[in-house]
């Protein structure tokens, strides 16, 4: 069925016409769990998808900012299914960055949620192609429009849209570890391909709490799109304060996370088991994240084979899976078995992968179009037969893949040899008074900048302890690969909305680097 999709709109319509009135959605308001059924998400994206073409008939590049809700992701999903191109942005975006990315993405109308109002109004002011803002309401507001341009009024056969599934649809800006934004272009026919396959295919009782923010598309193909096709429920977690009181009262059998969240969950769990010494590990788990949660799906960073050691003591299955925006975003999927359990996922099938000079290269129907308006960007982007360059180094084994670090972060020292400090990074992931760290070159020599827990190291002579771990990690790697300084940082690094942290200034020029 899969491959006879190639529109967001054909696989909302798909999933009410299979699934019905199942839950697709379930959320809070206020202290009530609410739910949508996929019959009525259908019903509610095609309102939004009217109301636009009420406002404009003619494809235009929309922007939309918003907090994660039921509402965000049907107003996301029908602005799709209208034939418009969508690019979502991070609601804490600047003024700054908001008229510079507007202006690279030709933006011509701003939906935006009533606390980002203030901002809208000063970024019209500078940025001149912004022709109109419609300030979103509370879910009263969408309600509204949900019954005004309903499928029984009058408004019902605008949306009868015909849609080019091979053209633009979604501009996701990447997060710019290391300085530029490059807008990615991603079509209809990308997102359904990386979402309508069955390679890993939810049951039909999974219950999926969703915790990230929806502007990522790894969020929102993973589980919305992901889940659309599946039939699967996805329960919408809101603000991270809410984590655990919502794990209880979800009770889901999955989530897909970020390594720093598994990191807090396991503690969590640890200082329920040191409360309550009489359970067994699997009834401490239940305290904190509900009686059906089995699954663990980590993205974004390094999921270290220690964490899904512990996670399974509690009866907790944690796997890794790898993408990035370029792909739609998946490249693998999680394999849940536990012959490949600290791999980065299990290749789905949809694109060909293949690796030339240690590095993961993609061919398919899930990579973009290309990076917007930007042409030497896109054919850096792109091999002479096709493949997209992922920057990622590493290997395959067993239809799965084994990331080692990115080629950009590479350290080449003057006698040749090429160091992945991710590598390096990674054996530091384990140790609790190591909260972040970041791996570099300087002067052919190897670096390490590290933020302590602010926590574990009170009273701590941090030197004296930070040297002991840094000993320790030198004494598991090859002469030539040794930290030969570090350096204690009093601040942590900064961060991308994904969570990544920028490594712009740990990147040098060859003459920095000499």
């Keep these: 069925m899969g491959n006879q999709i190639s529109t967001i709109k054909s696989l909302v319509d798909f999933a009410a016409e299979k699934y019905g009135d199942k839950d697709f959605c379930r959320f809070f308001r206020g202290d009530e769990m609410c739910a949508k059924s996929f019959v009525e998400f259908r019903e509610d994206c095609y309102a939004v998808s009217r109301y636009i073409k009420t406002i404009e008939k003619e494809k235009m590049h929309i922007a939309f900012i918003g907090n994660t809700n039921y509402e965000y992701i049907a107003c996301l999903t029908g602005m799709i299914c209208s034939g418009n191109v969508v690019v979502p942005f991070a609601p804490d975006i600047s003024v700054d960055e908001a008229c510079n990315l507007f202006d690279d993405a030709d933006i011509e109308m701003l939906f935006c949620e009533e606390e980002f109002s203030e901002k809208a109004k000063q970024i019209s002011e500078r940025y001149k192609g912004l022709r109109q803002i419609v300030s979103l ?156 949660l089995t699954r663990l799906i980590a993205g974004s960073a390094f999921l270290s084979g220690a964490l899904i050691d512990e996670f399974e003591k509690y009866g907790i299955v944690a796997r890794q899976g790898y993408g990035m925006s370029e792909c739609s975003p998946r490249i693998t999927t999680s394999d849940f078995s536990a012959e490949n359990k600290y791999s980065n996922g299990v290749l789905h099938g949809v694109d060909d992968v293949r690796v030339v000079d240690s590095e993961i290269q993609v061919k398919g129907p899930s990579v973009m179009l290309g990076y917007y308006k930007k042409p030497e960007r ?91 771990i840094v000993d320790r990690v030198n004494a598991t790697l090859n002469t030539d690969r040794q930290i030969h300084l570090f350096r204690i940082r009093e601040k942590p690094f900064e961060r991308t909305s994904t969570g990544k942290i920028k490594r712009a200034r740990f990147h040098f020029t060859e003459e920095e680097k000499r």
């Excluded at 982007?381 to 997209?388: I, K, M, N, W």
């Excluded at 590290?450 to 941090?462: C, F, T, W």
């Design 378 to 468: 896109t054919a850096e982007a792109f091999t002479e037969d096709g493949y997209l360059h992922t920057g990622d180094l590493g290997y395959t084994e067993n239809n799965h893949i084994y990331l080692v670090g990115r080629k950009k972060n590479l350290i080449i020292l003057s006698n040749g040899e090429n160091i992945s400090p991710e590598e390096i990074e990674n054996k530091f992931v384990d140790d609790g008074l190591v909260k972040e760290v970041i791996v570099y070159g300087e002067k052919d020599s190897i670096i390490a900048e590290i933020y302590p827990d602010e926590q574990l190291s009170a009273g701590l002579e941090i030197e004296e302890e930070i040297a002991k």
């Design 137 to 292: 309401g509370d879910w009263h507001w969408f309600d509204d429009v949900f019954k005004k341009y309903s499928s029984d009024s009058e408004y019902a056969s605008l949306s009868d849209v015909e849609i080019d599934p091979h053209s633009c649809a979604l501009i996701i800006y990447t997060s710019g570890t290391t300085g530029e934004r490059k807008g990615v272009m991603l079509s209809n026919s990308n997102l359904t391909s990386n979402s309508c396959y069955d390679t890993y295919k939810s049951r039909d009782d999974e219950v999926n709490l969703s915790l990230l923010p929806m502007h990522h598309v790894f969020c929102y193909a993973c589980d919305v799109l992901k889940n659309l096709y599946d039939g699967s429920t996805v329960c919408l977690n809101g603000s991270l304060i809410n984590l655990y009181k919502n794990f209880l009262a979800f009770e889901p059998t999955v989530t897909r996370i970020v390594p720093l969240l598994c990191k807090s969950i396991l503690t969590k769990i640890k200082i329920a088991e040191r409360r309550n010494p009489d359970l067994l590990p699997r009834q401490v788990a239940d305290l904190v994240v509900g009686k059906k």
